[in-house]
Structures are given as C-alpha cells and as structure tokens.
C-alpha cells in the first residue's frame, strides 16, 4: 500500500516515461529533491520501483500495478515499448497504443504497425499458451 505523497512520485515518474533521475521526479512530483530521494528509496525497498547509485529510477511492474489500481492511465505513447520476448496482455495493451500513435504521427508506416502490431500479439498468445 502506497500512501499519497508515494502515490505522487510513481505517478511523476509514470509521466516522466517510468525511468528518469531523482531531479526530474522531484520536479514533476512538486517535491524537494532530497525529500524525492528519500521516497523514491523507500518506494525502492518495497519494489515499487528500482533506483540506481546515479539517482536514476525506474518503475517495476509492481509499481505500474500500484498506479493502475489508483486508476492511473499512462499518456506517453512510448511507455511499454521496450523490446521484450513475451508479454502479459497489460503491457501489450500500452504497446499496441503507443504504436498506433506512432503510425498516426507518421514515425512509422501502416506496414512497420501491421508487423509489429503482429510481433505483440503472437508475444501474447505464446504468454497464453505456457499458463
């Protein structure tokens, strides 16, 4: 259980992409940097997210499932598109997003979104068939 001020800096880093230094996420959050480093190692020590010597942090799933049962929906069209074997039908929902918005933004072609969008769903049914 997260409380409100741990809930902020998830979802600052949420926003800031899931990985980003201490500065950022204490900007973002509205937090003192200090403060922000101190919560983020907190959070760090319950899994909720990784944070490196660099003061770099990143979200683990377990922090992405925390913001999403706040309701937390992610706007960054890059989120979750990390090159993966297999994923769970959660990531492949933000993956199959975020590459639309990519085809519709004109960064890729509608036949770069039809292989990829492919890729993402043979990764799902490969997910499904080792349960």
Known sequence: ????????????LGELGGKAHVKAVAAKAGL???YAEMICYGLG????????????CELTPKGYQALRAK?????DSQQGEETGQEIGPIGAERRLSGL??????GEITEEDYRQERGKII?????GYEGE
Do not use: F, H, N
């Open 1 to 12: 259980m997260v409380s409100g001020t741990d809930l902020d800096v998830l979802k600052g």
């Open 32 to 34: 003192r940097t200090p």
């Open 45 to 56: 020590r319950s899994d909720y997210l990784d944070m490196a010597a660099s003061g770099i």
């Open 71 to 75: 309701g937390w929906r992610s706007t």
């Open 100 to 105: 639309r918005q990519r085809m519709e933004r």
């Open 122 to 126: 043979a990764s799902i049914a490969r």
